[in-house]
């Protein structure tokens, strides 16, 4: 239970008929995914807000009610191991509809994220994920070329097992209204210059997974300049539907092979998902420790069905 000063910080909103808490003061409470970007820009944390001008919001129902689309992240850092894994293992956890992405005859990427969201019109939180890359569900056979391109120009789909997060309102506006597996616990992340560590709680407080490893040389880059995008499949309602995240790359670095990377694997939901998918090793470490992001609200997508 919340103490009376605790109570005294956070407000309640209604989320399609949920009721979450938000912090009193904070940019979900003023301003309902409604920002205004100049007062933005001058939070000391927000580098510039150039990259939102050029995204106009749109009004949407949603299931969690009518909502304001995209979602702007101004001030993210981010870390993802890539592994190879066996697609036999992959299509065990993947939807009859969705194919996995293969880099060679019968190996497929999976990867375990870390996500920190230090101001964002939800407010900050923090947010972990077990994924699969797939291909496109609207393409046909997919060329080696193809494939080096996307993984190149990070323009990459995917289907999420595991995606817990920080806050309520993370939990309910992923889950109810974006169709993701999310759920609340205890989850640290910390990205700094010099080192990467995340901790994700399981149901009892002890380590789902947790990261630890030095945090590979980062590169500036001018807003705009490296843009890259993610499609998230996702049933809603019984509907599939994909999602788009946009990432403005600020500062970035990769590190090849698992070198120096401490991955703990637990007890928990992510810790069982990522077994299931019996990753073999680690190819590369890529950690943004300066970042934006827009996340728009899923559209309904046309995913045929493959033989697995």
Not at 71 to 90: E, G, K, Q, V, W
Not at 189 to 202: P, Y
Request: charged share 20%; proline share 8%; with cysteine.
């Amino acid at each position: 239970m919340p103490s009376p000063q605790q109570d005294k910080d956070v407000v309640t909103v209604d989320l399609g008929g949920r009721e979450v808490t938000v912090p009193k003061g904070g940019l979900y409470d003023r301003y309902r995914m409604d920002p205004d970007l100049d007062a933005i820009a001058r939070d000391p944390r927000v580098s510039g807000v150039d990259f939102f001008r050029q995204l106009p919001k749109t009004r949407v129902d949603s299931p969690i009610g009518p909502t304001l689309t995209p979602n702007f992240y101004y001030a993210i850092s981010t870390a993802r191991l890539t592994m190879l894994a066996p697609t036999r293992a992959i299509r065990t956890r993947l939807p009859g509809e969705l194919a996995p992405l293969e880099v060679a005859p019968g190996l497929g990427l999976v990867s375990v994220m870390f996500f920190r969201y230090d101001v964002c019109d939800i407010d900050f939180y923090t947010e972990a994920a077990v994924g699969i890359a797939v291909k496109p569900a609207r393409h046909g056979r997919l060329g080696f070329f193809d494939l080096v391109s996307g993984l190149k120009n990070e323009h990459l789909h995917s289907y999420v097992l595991s995606l817990p997060v920080s806050t309520e309102i993370a939990q309910v506006r992923g889950h109810d209204g974006y169709g993701f597996p999310k759920w609340v616990t205890g989850l640290d992340v910390s990205i700094g210059r010099d080192r990467t560590t995340a901790r994700v709680a399981d149901g009892t407080g002890g380590v789902d997974l947790a990261l630890s490893a030095p945090t590979p040389k980062q590169t500036p880059h001018p807003s705009g300049r490296r843009v890259g995008s993610l499609t998230s499949y996702t049933s809603l309602n019984g509907a599939w539907h994909s999602t788009l995240s946009q990432t403005n790359v600020l500062n970035a670095g990769t590190a090849r092979g698992g070198s120096g990377v401490d991955l703990q694997v637990g007890e928990g939901r992510m810790a069982d998902d990522l077994r299931s998918l019996a990753p073999k090793r680690t190819i590369r470490f890529d950690v943004m420790t300066e970042g934006q992001l827009a996340l728009h609200m899923p559209v309904p997508a046309s995913v045929p069905r493959h033989d697995k």
